[in-house]
């Protein structure tokens, strides 16, 4: 399954409680953004609340680093289950 579906599946919105998101994987390169934040490359996963239009981003390789077994565990601490 990939990370995304998976987030999607498990998508609580931590403002509104909504359920739906949109999930977009964003590069950064060294500017703007990720100059701020100091880093230099990498990709994240921008998830947004579809009803509240909150956004929270996530580094897909840090979930991805997770053994399998233990990916919906994460999961399930990020939403609550
Ligand atoms: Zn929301």
Same mark, same amino acid.
Request: proline share 1%.
């Given at each position: 399954?990939? #990370? &995304? ?7 609580? @919105?931590?403002? !509104? /409680?909504?359920? =739906?998101?949109?999930?977009?994987? %964003? ?11 100091? #880093? &230099? ?7 947004? @609340?579809?009803? !509240? /239009?909150?956004? =929270?981003?996530?580094?897909?390789? %840090? ?19």
């Amino acid at each position: 399954m990939r #990370i &995304e579906d998976m987030i999607m599946n498990k998508f609580t @919105c931590s403002r !509104c /409680g909504h359920t =739906e998101c949109k999930v977009k994987e %964003v590069a950064m390169s060294g500017t703007g953004l990720s100059k701020v934040f100091d #880093i &230099e490359h990498n990709h994240y996963l921008f998830v947004s @609340c579809t009803h !509240c /239009g909150i956004v =929270e981003v996530y580094d897909p390789d %840090v979930l991805r680093g997770h053994k399998s077994g233990k990916l919906g565990t994460v999961m399930d601490i990020l939403f609550g289950g």
